[in-house]
């Protein structure tokens, strides 16, 4: 499985912004897909995560409420809806894919490039 996403850029505090995560392959419904972030000098970390189906889906505290993981199975995407932003999501987002439910960065098989989200006070 390839991955790549996009949507990333610069945004004020408050405001909205969708990333995507296009995958090659046939067998992208069976993955359980995820994004995770880093930000400098921090680990990275998760921050949605779901299932194969779109349900049961995890969101990190830090973002529950304000972002939201989802994905289309006939696309081959997997989007991360980000509302409310504030400085502190600013980060390197990255897509990844696992086959098996999880929220541990190094039991996923499969990452994206990583697309940078900054977001400005």
């Known amino acids: 499985v390839q991955l790549q996403a996009s949507g990333g850029g610069l945004v004020q505090a408050g405001d909205s912004l969708r990333l995507s995560c296009a995958a090659s392959g046939r067998t992208f419904s069976r993955y359980i897909m995820a994004w995770f972030r880093q930000a400098p000098g921090k680990e990275r970390e998760s921050v949605a995560v779901i299932n194969w189906s779109g349900s049961p889906s995890y969101s990190a505290d830090s973002v529950k409420g304000r972002f939201i993981i989802s994905r289309d199975n006939a696309k081959n995407t997997v989007y991360l809806q980000m509302t409310s932003l504030k400085p502190e999501d600013t980060a390197v987002y990255y897509c990844?894919?696992?086959?098996?439910?999880?929220?541990?960065?190094?039991?996923?098989?499969?990452w994206g490039q990583g697309t940078l989200v900054t977001v400005s006070s």
């Open positions: 990844a894919a696992s086959r098996v439910w999880t929220t541990v960065r190094t039991e996923y098989d499969y």
